[in-house]
């Protein structure tokens, strides 16, 4: 297993432990954390095995991150609307 694919799953250890915590307004903090820590990743589990492991860890933060993207989609959607 390489690097980046360790780091991959220590993100996806931390992100269900502050999921499993109890709070009100910093799971958006903590995404907002994640997001701009799984990025990086990201790109280096891409870089490190190809695009189809990339494909497979991005669905993985994908389905970890679901309500932050769902108000992306929203947001966009507005914004397209809106022209």
Aim: proline content about 5%.
């Amino acid at each position: 297993m390489t690097l980046s694919l360790i780091l991959a799953c220590l993100w996806a250890i931390v992100a269900n432990v502050i999921a499993m915590l109890p709070s009100r307004t910093s799971h958006w903090r903590a995404a907002y954390a994640l997001i701009a820590v799984g990025v990086p990743i990201l790109g280096f589990v891409t870089y490190e095995n190809g695009p189809w492991v990339g494909l497979v860890v991005l669905a993985a933060g994908a389905s970890v991150l679901r309500w932050p993207l769902r108000y992306l989609a929203r947001w966009i959607k507005a914004k397209l609307t809106q022209i």
